[in-house]
Nanobody, 112 residues
Framework: VQLQASGGGLVQAGGSLSLSCVAS????????MGWYRQAPGKQRELVAR???????DYSDSVKDRFTISRANAKNTVYLQMNSLKPEDTAVYYC???????WGQGTLVTVSS
């Protein structure tokens, strides 16, 4: 399954963005999907994950600001990002948890 993230862009601090990740195949059989990010000069990190049944978990850095969701029938995973901060600037990727093959990410830039 190939994963294509989209929806990134430039936003001011305090703003919102909505990311989407479309899979080339079915994600219905994939237990856990996640959104990862990699900031310049830093390692890639998992920031949000969602189980097949909809249970979610977030890193402390994005908790209460980001919301992950999935639509299995559409083979799509979403990430709603609110109250964005400059430190959220990164390339965002979706993948399985644990990660397998990396698809193309989408750049999110938050200006102060």
């Amino acid at each position: 399954v190939q994963l294509q993230a989209s929806g990134g862009g430039l936003v001011q601090a305090g703003g919102s963005l909505s990311l989407s990740c479309v899979a080339s195949g079915s994600i219905s059989s994939i237990g856990v999907m996640g959104w990862y990010r990699q900031a310049p000069g830093k390692q890639r990190e998992l920031v949000a994950r969602i189980s097949w049944g909809g249970n979610t978990d977030y890193s402390d850095s994005v908790k209460d600001r980001f919301t992950i969701s999935r639509a299995n029938a559409k083979n799509t995973v979403y990430l709603q990002m609110n109250s964005l901060k400059p430190e959220d600037t990164a390339v965002y990727y979706c993948n399985t948890v644990p990660a397998t093959f990396w698809g193309q990410g989408t750049l999110v830039t938050v200006s102060s």
